[in-house]
Nanobody, 114 residues
């Protein structure tokens, strides 16, 4: 069983930065991919960033150059550093870990004001 707890969301002005944190606990290994999705009101959930056990990172085009995903295997934690935030980044951000399917956190709200 996997438990994921996100933190770090909040309200920020356009151009600002936030760092999201996802703390994982339970049964899993460093090989298990992790990442972040987001869901804005009235829109489908989209994959924002992912990181594999081999440290391969992928990003949706709209955040490339602004967001950085990283992982601290000693702390079972994945981070999403978000810079140059835009109002269109406003969404609930969900952490995930893939082990016997996709496991989700409860989400953290990010609101970017213009």
């Amino acid at each position: 069983q996997v438990r994921l707890v996100e933190s770090g969301g909040g309200l920020v002005q356009a151009g600002g930065s936030l760092r999201l944190t996802c703390a994982a606990s339970g049964t899993f290994g460093t090989i298990n991919p992790m990442g972040w999705h987001r869901q804005a009101p009235g829109k489908q959930r989209e994959l924002v960033a992912s990181i594999t056990g081999g440290d391969t990172r992928n990003y949706v085009d709209s955040v490339k150059g602004r967001f950085t995903i990283s992982r601290d295997v000693t702390k079972n934690t994945v981070y999403l550093q978000m810079n140059s935030l835009k109002p269109e980044d406003t969404a609930v951000y969900y952490c995930y870990l893939d082990r016997f399917g996709r496991n989700w956190g409860q989400g953290t709200q990010v609101t970017v004001s213009s």
